[in-house]
């Protein structure tokens, strides 16, 4: 069974082999623990054909037509999140480079932890322990950055969630080693907003 770095909160259940927390919250602002999506990491060059096909640029996050989520990380690299399992079948859609590019894809899955901050309060919780300007002008929906996140350097994509009439919502990546440390500096700036553990749903994104 796959485990995720960060304690998942009772009842603990095992969906597509992965050990989850199955707790539903209906609180205004909510963590959840999305480590199970499949993370695959892609790295070419910035002005070549795989850059040109999947088209986002640095500091942009969109979603592809089957609904994965290509966030341009890095200069020259990409990540993209997808539903537990996906791995094989992301890589599989990746355009070839053709002979005049190259492209390194890697599947990070189990080695980067990954949560959900949801609600209107996550950007003034998210304010609290990161100094970047969390205002739509700033950051709107599908901005991509990297950033020091309770002094721990994380990416951090808005990512607002339409089926909640497009609140607020930020995915935040770390290393796995450093999951559990993000999840609960979280929950503690978000005592006062009423923070509250909501489980994975999958497919998750």
């Known amino acids: 069974m796959a ?32 480590t199970p999506l499949t993370k695959v990491l892609i790295k070419a060059p910035a002005d070549g054909p795989i850059a040109a096909s999947l088209g986002v640029p640095l500091g942009r996050a969109t979603r592809d037509p089957v609904g994965a989520l290509v966030i341009g990380s890095g200069p020259g690299e990409w990540l993209l999140l997808a539903p537990p399992g996906w791995a094989e079948e992301v890589v599989a859609r990746l355009p070839t480079a053709g002979e005049n590019g190259w492209m390194s894809t890697f599947d990070v899955t189990h080695g980067r932890a990954l949560v959900r901050l949801s609600g209107a309060s996550a ?83």
């Open 3 to 34: 485990r995720s770095p960060i304690d998942p909160a009772p009842p603990v259940t095992v969906e597509q082999g992965w050990g989850i927390s199955a707790r539903r919250s209906a609180a205004a602002l909510r963590i959840s623990d999305c």
């Open 123 to 205: 950007p003034a919780l998210l304010s609290k322990v990161c100094a970047i300007d969390l205002a739509d002008a700033v950051t709107p929906n599908g901005a991509a950055f990297r950033s020091s996140v309770a002094t721990l350097v994380t990416d951090v994509v808005r990512d607002d969630l339409a089926e909640q009439g497009g609140e607020p919502s930020y995915l935040l990546g770390c290393e796995r080693s450093s999951g559990q440390y993000l999840f609960d500096a979280l929950l503690d700036a978000g005592e006062e907003f009423g923070i509250d553990v909501d489980g994975f749903v999958f497919p998750g994104i």
